[in-house]
Structures are given as structure tokens and as C-alpha cells.
């Protein structure tokens, strides 16, 4: 396990696992040919994240008999973002669907040992690349009963804060109400939003940190 300090003091690790998954990445397309001669052969295609704000994961499946037999994907991301989908890809491979799309982030940290808290979103990528990747499928083979689609629900109606929003402040650390106000300025002006902010925050802690307020 290797160890540094950041500047608050607070300690930073990446354990052999993810150490060997980043040096060593497993199912990486390398380039863009490699990228453009996959997308021919993919079942389906996903993409994830923004490198505007942070990490962009894009996945590559291939699947016979519902099962995916092929994962392959790139990503602008840091060495977290890599290693989780490094194993990710190595988890998901021979599982039918409905198994793949159940693994959590929190069983893709627990393969690497574990992951600094503050890098825990990077799980996340892979997981929510995949839903997007297995969409693509059941589009492409008209299973469109079986797709869903994540909802964007505006929270705050003046500043336009929606669960999404309070999704990635957990999953960037944020553990209080005090704290998500302070990030987003939720409810500050738009009062009436505050129990269903604060009810969001407790299930997006237990979800992603079996952590109850």
C-alpha cells in the first residue's frame, strides 16, 4: 500500500490492487483506431462523466446470449477513474446483464482493496458507463421494455439543483446538510425544498457508504 499526506493532513492511499490495475490496465483501447474498430463490433456503447468538470468514461460491450462477453473502454480520468474500470471490466466479464448492472460501486472498491474516500466517485463511472452501454443494446435490439433511463428531477426550482447535483456532492465528499447547502446553495432561497434535499442526502449516503444520518 503506498501512503502520502495531502495538504490538510489527511492520508491518501492506493493499495496494490489499484497500483497494478492503473500501471496495468486490463480491456483499455489504447487508441482510436482501436476505439474505431470496436465500435463496429460492440453490442453497445456508453458514455459517462464530462472533461469539462472531471473524468469521462466511455464502454464498449459485446454480448451473445445475454451475457457480456467483451467490456472494453477508455477514459480521460485520473488513476482512480482508471483502476475501477480496469476491474470492472474484468468483473463484468461472462456475467449475464441483470448480474453485471448489480455489481455496486462499493463491490468494485472492496476488488481494489479500497479506494481514498474523496475517489470513491471514480467507482461510479464504470457503473453508470455500463447502464448506458446495456441502453444502447436493448435499443439496438428493439428490448425497449428493458431500458431505463435515469430521471433528472430538479430539487431547488430558483437555482435549478437537481438530484444529480446532490448525487455528486456525496459522492465528492460531502456528509451533512450544513455542508451540501455550503457546496450548492440549496434551499437557500427556495425553502421549501430543504426536507426533500436533506431526505436525498441521507439515501445517497446509505446507498453509496451504508452511512445513516
Same mark, same amino acid.
Given at each position: 500500500?503506498?501512503?502520502?499526506?495531502?495538504? @490538510?493532513? $489527511? !492520508?491518501?492511499?492506493?493499495? /496494490?490492487?489499484?497500483?497494478?490495475?492503473?500501471?496495468?490496465?486490463?480491456?483499455?483501447?489504447?487508441?482510436?483506431?482501436?476505439?474505431?474498430?470496436?465500435? =463496429?463490433?460492440?453490442?453497445?456503447?456508453?458514455?459517462?462523466?464530462?472533461?469539462? #468538470?472531471?473524468?469521462?468514461? =466511455?464502454?464498449?460491450?459485446? &454480448?451473445? /446470449?445475454?451475457?457480456?462477453?467483451? #467490456? %472494453?473502454?477508455?477514459?480521460?480520468? #485520473?488513476?482512480?477513474?482508471?483502476?475501477?474500470?480496469?476491474?470492472?471490466?474484468?468483473?463484468?466479464?461472462?456475467?449475464?446483464?441483470? $448480474?453485471? *448492472?448489480?455489481?455496486?460501486?462499493?463491490?468494485?472498491? %472492496?476488488?481494489?482493496?479500497?479506494?481514498?474516500?474523496?475517489?470513491?466517485?471514480?467507482?461510479?463511472?464504470?457503473?453508470?458507463?455500463?447502464?448506458?452501454?446495456?441502453? @444502447?443494446?436493448?435499443?439496438?435490439?428493439?428490448?425497449?421494455?428493458?431500458?431505463?433511463?435515469?430521471? &433528472?428531477?430538479?430539487?431547488?426550482?430558483?437555482?435549478?439543483?437537481?438530484?444529480? @447535483?446532490?448525487?455528486?456532492?456525496?459522492?465528492?465528499?460531502?456528509?451533512?446538510? !450544513? !455542508?451540501?447547502?455550503?457546496?450548492? %446553495?440549496?434551499?437557500?432561497?427556495? %425553502?421549501? #425544498?430543504?426536507?426533500?434535499?436533506?431526505? *436525498?442526502?441521507?439515501?445517497? *449516503? !446509505?446507498?453509496?457508504?451504508?452511512?445513516?444520518?
Amino acid at each position: 500500500m503506498y501512503d502520502v499526506q495531502s495538504k @490538510d493532513g $489527511k !492520508e491518501w492511499f492506493y493499495t /496494490d490492487e489499484v497500483k497494478d490495475h492503473f500501471f496495468n490496465p486490463k480491456n483499455l483501447l489504447k487508441t482510436r483506431e482501436e476505439a474505431e474498430q470496436c465500435a =463496429k463490433q460492440a453490442s453497445g456503447i456508453g458514455e459517462e462523466g464530462s472533461p469539462a #468538470c472531471g473524468d469521462l468514461m =466511455k464502454m464498449w460491450i459485446k &454480448v451473445k /446470449d445475454n451475457k457480456i462477453i467483451e #467490456c %472494453k473502454w477508455q477514459t480521460f480520468g #485520473c488513476a482512480s477513474a482508471i483502476a475501477s474500470t480496469s476491474m470492472f471490466s474484468e468483473m463484468v466479464k461472462g456475467m449475464k446483464i441483470e $448480474k453485471a *448492472l448489480a455489481i455496486k460501486p462499493q463491490d468494485i472498491s %472492496k476488488e481494489l482493496g479500497g479506494l481514498p474516500a474523496r475517489k470513491f466517485h471514480c467507482s461510479v463511472l464504470a457503473d453508470k458507463a455500463l447502464r448506458a452501454a446495456v441502453n @444502447d443494446h436493448y435499443k439496438k435490439t428493439n428490448q425497449l421494455d428493458k431500458i431505463k433511463e435515469d430521471k &433528472v428531477k430538479i430539487i431547488d426550482k430558483i437555482l435549478k439543483i437537481t438530484d444529480h @447535483d446532490i448525487e455528486e456532492a456525496v459522492l465528492e465528499g460531502v456528509r451533512t446538510f !450544513e !455542508e451540501l447547502q455550503k457546496r450548492t %446553495k440549496i434551499g437557500v432561497q427556495d %425553502k421549501t #425544498c430543504i426536507p426533500e434535499a436533506e431526505q *436525498l442526502l441521507r439515501f445517497y *449516503l !446509505e446507498k453509496y457508504f451504508n452511512k445513516k444520518q
